[in-house]
């Protein structure tokens, strides 16, 4: 049974990762927010950026999860 | 909550692979299942939109074939800019992957179709094609100097036993974050929407509807997600392309 405690304590450890996910993720539109109030003519030619890095940052969270299935369930 | 009032939700039931047709060929299990059904229907899809859209070859483009040449010029743009002009010879390839994960991204957005991405065979497989291709093409184009891949120019000598074990892991690890990247993103996108319809169900009709105005914003989320991911994995491929032509600096 204690190893069973042991899984749910660190499935929820592995959702640590979530606060640099949310750092990551505040960051790119932040600083996409405040550069494209600065030069709003070179806003549309960054946002295809914007949300690559939206995507790959969001994949850091999905990383974590998978890691959090894995030890959860396998 | 809903467990109490006798509901069972099962937000992972949809992932489950079934057999349709039962083969096996010298022990080897290769039965026809709901995966391959749909991989089948999904480059059915992609061979009759590029078909039928480019049937009129019209001087002046209609509306759906201005469609398929627009998903031919973001492809070939994207390979020009990360690539070059090298990247030409390998536009079929990464056309492919792309339109392959778009259209069954996209076909997992109709309900009760099966998500081919949403399998890690699948996306493995394919992150597996990129990166042995990646590592064939730069060792045919530039031999045994390839290895200079893992020893970036202009470190200070005595940083090199750490940086060429970290470079030697972080280009072996390329197939597993990419094929994690797409996997995990639909599978979550997936679950989420079934976990939240559960709630819809489950709180009735007096609490149902915060929720469901909840699923309609995660839908058009998932379907930006949907191209996105396709987007990000023919980008990579593009990046890790150009890491074996060009030999990065």
Known sequence: ?74 | MAAEQGLHIEPMHQFVITRLVEMNVGGVDVSFTNSSLFMVIVVALIILFLTVSMRGRAMVPGRMQSVAELSYEFIANMLKENVGSEGRKYFPFIFSVFMFVLFSNLLGMVPYTFTVTSQIVVTFTLALTVFILVTIVGIIRHGFKFLTLFAPSGVPIFLMPILVPIEVISYFVRPISLSVRLFANMMAGHALLKVFGAFVVGLSWWGGWLPLTFIVGLTGLEFLVAFLQAYVFAILSCLYLNDAINLHH
């Open chain 1, 1 to 74: 049974m204690e190893v069973e405690a042991a899984r749910m304590i660190g499935a929820g450890l592995a959702t640590i990762a979530l606060a640099g996910v949310g750092l990551g993720l505040g960051n790119i539109f932040g600083s996409y927010i405040s550069g494209s109030l600065r030069n709003p003519a070179a806003a549309p030619k960054v946002f295809g950026n914007v949300l690559l890095g939206f995507a790959l940052t969001e994949a850091v969270a999905l990383f974590a999860m998978v890691i959090a299935l894995i030890i959860l369930f396998v």
